[in-house]
């Protein structure tokens, strides 16, 4: 099982703050697995819609979409950040 956390207006379109899901195998990368969400429902498809912009850290480390997430304890999703 895997710990998703959700931050922010990815959090209020899901419905959630966190979760944990049991992954399937073919979810090797954090673009894999924004993929995987947005087949579990409507609510994921809405809030991953341009899943280009959607931050990713696994385990508390900002990474691109295209690195592994196998092994991950922890996977937040978050929209992109503003401020100064």
């Not at 697995?33 to 900002?62: D, F, Q, S």
Request: hydrophobic share 40%; proline share 4%; net charge negative.
């Amino acid at each position: 099982m895997t710990k998703l956390v959700y931050f922010a207006w990815v959090r209020e379109r899901i419905g959630r703050g966190e979760e944990e899901l049991d992954l399937p195998g073919h979810v090797k990368t954090a673009g894999d697995l924004l993929r995987h969400l947005k087949t579990l429902g409507e609510e994921y498809e809405m809030a991953l819609e341009h899943e280009n912009v959607i931050r990713v850290a696994v385990n508390h480390e900002h990474v691109e979409h295209g690195e592994t997430i196998e092994g991950a304890r922890e996977i937040a999703l978050f929209p992109p950040m503003t401020g100064g």
